[in-house]
């Protein structure tokens, strides 16, 4: 097959499981999300000729870059609106959380966001994207072992989270 044909049945195949991917970190922000995936097969159109024969991990790669780039643009953009004094309390736009905003499972999403984003981003790629060492290993663009050493890690410390806010949930009970 060509490049621009290999490219095609790429974006077919995995166009849903890189959105899913990105949407996931953008925690469903919509119209952010369909800008970053255009970024990534914009990317990938580009390099179609680099693109391997099991080419989503390589996809997860290049989305993890598109993301830290459109978050540093979205973290320019809210100082400089921060800085313009044009805030969501100047417009009256507050959220004000209900009794029952604690959403099933809520814990988990706790612990998940006390680890460093590092950690985060493997146990993700292993939970969410289901993928294995060696694909985590592509993402990651590290070796095999180091992915292993990572998730192992990034397991190990999640264990102590969830450890220590079932502590502080019974203390409180």
């Known amino acids: 097959m060509s490049n621009d044909e ?4 790429a ?6 499981a890189v959105s899913r991917y990105v ?3 953008l925690d469903g922000r919509s119209g952010e999300v369909e800008e970053v995936v255009a970024e990534v097969f914009t990317v990938a159109w580009r ?18 870059n598109c993301l830290a780039n459109a978050v540093r643009g979205y973290g320019r953009r809210r100082r400089l609106v921060e800085r313009l004094g044009n805030d969501e309390s100047a417009h009256g736009r507050q ?3 209900s009794p029952d905003a604690d959403a099933p499972g809520a814990w988990v999403h706790e612990a998940l966001a006390r680890l460093s984003s590092g950690d985060q981003e493997v146990l993700r790629l292993t939970a969410w994207e289901e993928l294995g060492v060696e694909e985590v290993a ?4 590290c070796g095999v072992r180091a992915a292993a050493m990572r998730l192992h890690r990034a397991r190990r410390r999640l264990r102590a989270e969830i450890e220590r806010l079932s502590a502080v949930a019974g203390g409180a009970a």
Do not use: K, T
Request: glycine share 6%; aromatic share 16%.
């Open 138 to 141: 592509v993402v990651l663009g």
């Open 6 to 9: 290999n490219f095609a049945a």
């Open 95 to 97: 959220v004000v959380a």
């Open 47 to 64: 390099r179609r000729a680099d693109l391997p024969a099991a080419p989503l991990p390589w996809l997860y790669g290049v989305a993890r």
């Open 23 to 25: 949407a996931r970190r």
């Open 11 to 16: 974006y077919r195949e995995h166009y849903w």
